[in-house]
């Protein structure tokens, strides 16, 4: 996969011009905004000055009319900014020599049941969305990914709790594999305790043995089943790939391998590459996070499939 530097200069040639096409219209919708502001204030104060309860009600159709067009106007430019931009950056990402057409569907997402067949969570997950869906091929393996939030009861108070927020990749080996191996994050040992003991009925045992890498373990924690093959599927490479990206970008990873499938979760704490309404939406850094995300589940995609 080609490097931040080869990015940074496909976005100042290709990706900044359209966030200015972007940015026009975004100046437009925010005039229209304070405009409307002032509008509707004066009409609900003119309303009220005249005292006459008839007209006021007249009076609050139209201004309830236009609200909801101004709601449209603002939806309609968030609908259009992300696939734009999502758009861009896979035509970057698929020049690379082992990467497919990419393909972006805005609306559609994973199906819950292969979230649930990570067995990285131990939840009925009774609150599924998903979004921004993108889906290839890299090498000989297809992948689907998408946004998810995934939120389910909480056990003492009468409110839904985060289950899972972030990108979410799936793909599938190509040859037979055995066993099954969850990485979790150490930090949240004790919320995962319902998935740790969900996943050790089959017998499954954390590896500390197989962790090599320092900072991997100071991160994460390995369970396997016993027929897992431990030391191929999670190489040293892999183990410092992912270890790097939980130190530079302080975002918690997620991992399983079920027999022939490899789960991956990121979480996000912010929605993804959503467009600001009331400031600028021209900036390297927006859209260098969400490369940074892909990068890194695209690279385990990659060497998974180089080395299997």
Request: aromatic fraction near 16%.
């Amino acid at each position: 996969m080609q490097g931040l530097d080869e990015f940074r200069l496909f976005y100042n040639h290709t990706i900044h011009p359209e966030l200015l096409r972007m940015e026009q219209k975004r100046r437009r919708l925010f005039l229209l905004l304070f405009v409307s502001f002032f509008v509707i204030l004066a009409a609900v104060i003119f309303g009220l000055y005249l005292q006459v309860m008839v007209f006021t009600l007249m009076l609050m159709i139209p201004v309830g009319f236009y609200i909801t067009y101004l709601i449209y106007r603002i939806q309609e430019f968030r609908i259009t900014f992300k696939p734009r931009v999502v758009n861009l950056v896979l035509d970057f990402i698929d020049n690379g020599i082992s990467y497919g057409a990419l393909q972006y569907d805005a609306k559609r997402s994973i199906p819950k049941k292969t979230f649930l067949a990570s067995r990285i969570f131990a939840t009925r997950a009774p609150t599924y969305i998903g979004e921004d869906y993108i889906y290839g091929k890299i090498g000989e393996l297809d992948f689907e990914m998408c946004e998810l939030k995934v939120r389910e009861f909480s056990k003492v108070r009468t409110r839904l709790n985060y289950v899972f927020k972030g990108v979410f990749l799936h793909t599938t080996f190509n040859r037979p594999q055995k066993g099954s191996i969850v990485i979790w994050p150490r930090e949240f040992r004790q919320y995962l305790s319902g998935s740790i003991k969900a996943f050790s009925r089959n017998g499954a045992r954390e590896v500390a043995e197989d962790v090599h890498h320092k900072s991997f373990s100071k991160f994460f924690m390995a369970y396997a089943t016993k027929d897992a093959n431990t030391a191929s599927l999670l190489s040293r490479e892999m183990q410092a790939l992912i270890a790097n990206y939980r130190e530079k970008s302080n975002k918690e990873v997620y991992f399983s391998f079920i027999n022939r499938d490899i789960y991956i979760g990121i979480t996000e704490p912010k929605d993804i590459l959503e467009p600001y309404i009331f400031r600028s939406n021209v900036s390297f850094e927006l859209v260098r996070e969400f490369f940074e995300d892909l990068q890194l589940l695209m690279s385990i995609v990659e060497d998974f499939d180089k080395s299997h």
